[in-house]
């Protein structure tokens, strides 16, 4: 048993030092401004294809959100609270619920993205996991939940992500829950959250405000699959859109995005088909 939790120790280190870090550098929370009150509205991962820039989020009826008039912004490196806010005022806005399929995509302008660029990293389609299912795998995500956000004293924003890292979920779905097996990813929520700040382990929060973080595959769930893990193999397999507290959290799996992009975009086709070839 001591071995046991000792190679866990281990491997959780591992994960940290130098998982962790490069996930943060493609996740970026996205703000509305309600009422007057600030709220984290989702979490995105940033994606590049053939020169355009992309937030893939969760559509979490961001068309009501954006016909409404809510202002959105990101906050493109929320390690400083005096960093830029940056409106996606002029960027285009693409969700969709269809079929179970809660993703949408976030066309960024040059000019934001332009800013983006010196805190972060848009991912391409080398980040991204073969489609299908692959088996009795290690996973990890990480976003911004609402009750993390804040003004520091200077009254600038600044919020803090919590990371999770969790095995496929086996148990039953609750009725009434939109569940596709060749659609969507089941990942077991039962696991502590660690502190990105300080490594601390947290008992899972009320995660309002993560819908369309990235659901990362790590490793094989194995101990040889553990002991071989590098931070060059992590790949993005979905998008996270809904949570049951104390089971598992549900999420997109990443083709349907991809697919949903190329729709949207036709010229993006061709690039997209390199990479993935069409069904």
Known sequence: MDDVDNFTKVFCSKLESAVIPEIQRVTIPVYGIQDGEIKVSRTGVLYRIAGYHFILTAS?????????????Y???NEDDPKGPILSLREADFHPSEEDGRDVAAIRLTDEVAAQVIPYKSFIQNDRIA?????ANSFYYFLGFPQQFVGKALSGALHTNPIGVFCSEYTGDISSGICYLPE???VLEFESQGICFRNGAELEPPDIHGISGCGIWRVCEFTREGMERCR?????????EHGWVR???VLATRIEYALQFVA?????????MSIAYPPP
Request: glycine content about 8%.
């Open 60 to 72: 979490h009826d961001l068309r009501g959100t954006v016909e409404a008039g809510i202002p959105l």
């Open 74 to 76: 990101v906050l493109p």
């Open 130 to 134: 073969p489609f299908g299912r692959p």
């Open 183 to 185: 659609v969507h990813a």
């Open 231 to 239: 931070p060059e193999d992590l790949r993005l397999v979905a998008l």
């Open 246 to 248: 104390g089971k598992y």
């Open 263 to 271: 729709a949207r975009y036709p010229e993006l086709k061709r690039s």
